[in-house]
């Protein structure tokens, strides 16, 4: 199982992106999908996820400004960040809990290779 994040970049604060990530590979089903991110010098922490019903659940820093939505026939997940700070700045990755065969009901995470973003005028 592969994991495929996009869409990071350069912005200044107030601004806007869209992150995608894309899995592929043998998948059976996707439970959570979710992203995270990791600042310099800080621990990897939650940003954002959302199961296969669609319950989300956010870090209470971007919660009113970040929104996770997945697209289930593709295996996707999207994270579009709003009024973006300079806090904002980290290495984001995607994660996918993932049963790759009908005939198991074994799980696993899976990461992406993260993809940067940072807020600066």
């Known amino acids: 199982v592969q994991l495929q994040a996009s869409g990071g970049g350069l912005v200044q604060p107030g601004g806007f992106l869209r992150l995608s990530c894309a899995a592929s590979g043998s998948i059976f089903s996707i439970n959570t999908l979710g992203w995270y991110r990791q600042a310099p010098g800080k621990r990897r922490e939650l940003v954002a996820t959302?199961?296969?019903?669609?319950?989300?659940n956010y870090a209470d820093s971007v919660k009113g400004r970040f929104t996770v939505s997945r697209d289930n026939a593709k295996n996707t997940v999207f994270l579009q960040m709003n009024s973006l700070k300079p806090e904002d700045t980290a290495v984001y990755y995607c994660?996918?809990?993932?049963?790759?065969?009908?005939?198991?009901?074994?799980?696993?995470?899976?990461w992406g290779q993260g993809t940067q973003v940072t807020v600066s005028s």
């Open positions: 994660n996918a809990d993932v049963r790759q065969y009908s005939f198991s009901s074994r799980r696993a995470d899976y």
């Open positions: 959302i199961t296969s019903g669609g319950i989300t």
